[in-house]
């Protein structure tokens, strides 16, 4: 069975299993999939299954819609694992259980070749790439500007190429990297350090990793917010898996990001390591005894000089000239208030916080929050049950079965009306078995097994009352069969052509009694053609020739009811190759037993056997 899985620009994922035949996508209310950024169209796509194979088409949206980094024109078949982009959101194809079979061990991680990262691009107040001059491959050019659709321009990858290489790719084997975590503290002796080596109005600044999941970006609601072009609203996140490892993971930002000059959707961090998002560059400072006198090191010269200075002036003020400070252990802290300017060392202190993040945002230590769950794609209660409907009707169960979990899983969709529905399916399910039964025991010429197959056939099934009519009248006429071949009976023949003879001889001599009836039949002889083919009947009823013979009989004489009942019984004698066996179900689904018999049975290599005769 197929899924749909649906990936928003933070990450979350959502799974939506694909048992309809079209599923429409867009931002207005009646869609089966509504995805509500504004840069998605109210009717933006659809996916449409055609001859064994899902195509895309694109519904004219105002931003497009791309497989793979490419815009969409017309329909456009899908394999599985191709990215389809609307908006923000991702979306793929995913064959049920063919994930699992391909799912690598240990940590996922995505590396793609710095080769293919564009240099970085500086973001406008909009959250996508800052305008340029020349449209890199892969962009929309100027759309038709119909600003009442509400769609928004923009939100386009820097590139298809790079596109594809910055976003993980989605699979369901990745589903446990981007799960939402719960969000904890971390013990302080525990707590690693991100320590900002540039730019320069950035440098020196320091994050502790006091939670098992930190955002970063350019706003303010971010835990890591540097207000710097390059980097997205919301451009990575560090997360602390249970194993205590910690990941820096890439929220699909414009510019990506590199770990140690290598470029990654993903990758877990160590002691050392350096981040880069854009132009802004952090060093992951591991817990240890030696973070503080790495982050010392990094915080620059500029701080010792000007507390040098200070601690100098001091002293010579003071007359206290014994004091000399010989490491950095013995330093004083820098005061609380912003010291004065030292001619010598005209820059200002770079401990001063941005301006764009208040200074307890950074210092402070906020308490464990757990994310708020994801809300999904809203999905339309009234189609999955037309399509329970639409499946059951059509007995095919496990399309039902698909609609109906996905039901029992709706938010707010009532219990009682799922148990009716599943008490539905369940009949409609024992009926089908029971008619199964019946069918293979006829087959196999056992009428008492396909007779007690049938008891208990629910009326209520209005599904299948028509195949539980027909399958009774072959039931019935099969126990008279076998009540006349009883041992002890004989069966005396009408005709004088057929006095004598056995169920063995008909077998044996099946083509000669066919070509007399032929015979009789074209002589217009019909009565007497009739005679012979009911005692062939009569003595051997389990011979299918006999019953063909009927079939056309009955139809020139007008008799259709008989005509249809030996026609049918023909069908449950035969084997499946028989030459004549396609003529009649064709017959029989037209209800064109009207033929004038000239030909009761046709001889090889003629065509098969019919109503007129032809």
């Known amino acids: 069975m197929l899924k749909l899985i649906i990936e928003d620009d933070e990450g979350r994922k959502t799974v939506v299993p694909f048992v309809r035949d079209e599923i429409t996508i867009g931002r207005q209310e009646g869609n089966t999939i509504r995805l509500t950024e504004r840069n998605v169209s109210r009717r933006h796509a659809r996916l449409v299954r055609l001859n064994g194979h899902v195509v895309l088409e694109d519904l004219g949206s105002y931003n497009g819609t791309r497989i793979n980094g490419e815009r969409v024109a017309g329909q456009l078949p899908l394999k599985e694992g191709d990215l389809i982009q609307i908006g923000d959101y991702d979306l793929a194809l995913q064959v049920e259980g063919a994930a699992n079979a391909a799912a690598p061990t240990g940590a996922i991680t995505a590396k793609v070749p710095a080769s293919r990262r564009p240099e970085p691009e500086e973001e406008d107040d909009r959250g996508g790439p800052a305008p340029r001059d020349t449209m890199v491959d892969g962009e929309d050019e100027?759309?038709?500007?119909?600003?009442?659709?509400?769609?928004?321009?923009?939100?386009?990858?820097?590139?298809?190429?790079?596109?594809?290489?910055?976003?993980?790719?989605?699979?369901?084997?990745?589903?446990?990297?981007?799960?939402?975590?719960?969000?904890?503290?971390?013990?302080?002796?525990?707590?690693?350090?991100?320590?900002?080596?540039?730019?320069?109005?950035?440098?020196?600044?320091?994050?502790?990793?006091?939670?098992?999941?930190?955002?970063?970006?350019?706003?303010?609601?971010?835990?890591?917010?540097?207000?710097?072009?390059?980097?997205?609203?919301?451009?990575?996140?560090?997360?602390?898996?249970?194993?205590?490892?910690?990941?820096?993971?890439?929220?699909?930002?414009?510019?990506?990001?590199?770990?140690?000059?290598?470029?990654?959707?993903?990758?877990?961090?160590?002691?050392?390591?350096?981040?880069?998002?854009?132009h802004v560059k952090l060093r992951f400072v591991g817990p240890g005894s030696l973070a503080d006198d790495i982050a010392a090191q990094e915080r620059g010269g500029s701080k010792k000089m000007w507390v040098a200075a200070v601690i100098a002036f001091l002293s010579i003020g003071a007359g206290a000239a014994l004091f000399v400070v010989k490491g950095q252990d013995l330093l004083p802290k820098p005061p609380d208030a912003p010291p004065p300017v030292v001619a010598a060392d005209p820059q200002p202190p770079t401990e001063?916080?941005?301006?764009?993040?208040?200074?307890?945002?950074?210092?402070?230590?906020?308490?464990?929050?757990?994310?708020?769950?994801?809300?999904?794609?809203?999905?339309?209660?009234?189609?999955?049950?037309?399509?329970?409907?639409?499946?059951?009707?059509?007995?095919?169960?496990?399309?039902?079965?698909?609609?109906?979990?996905?039901?029992?899983?709706?938010?707010?969709?009532?219990?009682?009306?799922?148990?009716?529905?599943?008490?539905?399916?369940?009949?409609?399910?024992?009926?089908?078995?029971?008619?199964?039964?019946?069918?293979?025991?006829?087959?196999?010429t056992q009428a008492t097994e396909a007779a007690t197959a049938l008891k208990g056939f629910s009326s209520k099934i209005d599904s299948f009352n028509s195949r539980y009519e027909t399958l009774k009248k072959q039931v019935d006429e099969a126990q008279r069969a076998a009540a006349v071949e009883a041992p002890g009976k004989t069966v005396q023949a009408k005709s004088e052509y057929m006095k004598g003879k056995t169920a063995a001889d008909v077998e044996r001599d099946k083509v000669e009694i066919q070509k007399e009836v032929n015979r009789l039949n074209k002589e217009s002889a019909t009565r007497g053609a009739l005679e012979i083919a009911e005692d062939c009947a009569r003595i051997a009823p389990k011979v299918p020739?006999?019953?063909?013979?009927?079939?056309?009989?009955?139809?020139?004489?007008?008799?259709?009811?008989?005509?249809?009942?030996?026609?049918?019984?023909?069908?449950?004698?035969?084997?499946?190759?028989?030459?004549?066996?396609?003529?009649?179900?064709?017959?029989?689904?037209?209800?064109?037993?009207?033929?004038?018999?000239?030909?009761?049975?046709?001889?090889?290599?003629?065509?098969?056997?019919?109503?007129?005769?032809?």
Request: charged letters at 30%.
């Open 545 to 614: 020739e006999c019953h063909l013979m009927l079939g056309v009989l009955y139809a020139k004489l007008g008799d259709t009811a008989k005509s249809e009942q030996h026609y049918e019984k023909f069908l449950t004698l035969c084997p499946p190759d028989h030459k004549h066996r396609a003529r009649v179900v064709e017959i029989l689904s037209n209800r064109s037993t009207k033929g004038d018999g000239t030909a009761a049975v046709p001889q090889a290599p003629n065509p098969p056997a019919s109503s007129n005769g032809e």
């Open 352 to 444: 001063t916080p941005p301006t764009t993040k208040p200074p307890e945002t950074v210092a402070a230590n906020p308490p464990a929050t757990p994310e708020k769950a994801p809300e999904p794609p809203a999905v339309d209660t009234k189609v999955l049950e037309d399509d329970f409907n639409t499946a059951l009707a059509a007995a095919e169960f496990d399309k039902a079965r698909t609609a109906l979990t996905s039901l029992q899983q709706a938010k707010g969709y009532p219990a009682s009306k799922t148990t009716s529905l599943q008490k539905r399916l369940d009949s409609e399910d024992k009926a089908r078995q029971q008619l199964d039964t019946a069918e293979a025991a006829l087959q196999n």
């Open 142 to 278: 100027a759309e038709d500007p119909d600003e009442e659709d509400g769609d928004e321009p923009g939100h386009t990858p820097v590139s298809a190429e790079a596109r594809r290489n910055a976003t993980s790719i989605i699979r369901m084997d990745q589903m446990e990297a981007d799960r939402p975590r719960r969000v904890e503290r971390v013990p302080e002796d525990e707590q690693p350090r991100l320590l900002v080596l540039a730019p320069a109005e950035f440098k020196g600044q320091e994050y502790d990793c006091n939670r098992t999941e930190l955002r970063i970006g350019r706003t303010s609601e971010n835990d890591v917010a540097l207000d710097h072009r390059s980097l997205s609203r919301t451009h990575a996140k560090i997360v602390r898996e249970e194993t205590g490892e910690w990941r820096v993971i890439d929220m699909q930002s414009a510019n990506g990001l590199t770990v140690n000059g290598e470029s990654y959707a993903q990758a877990t961090l160590a002691h050392g390591d350096v981040i880069e998002m854009g």
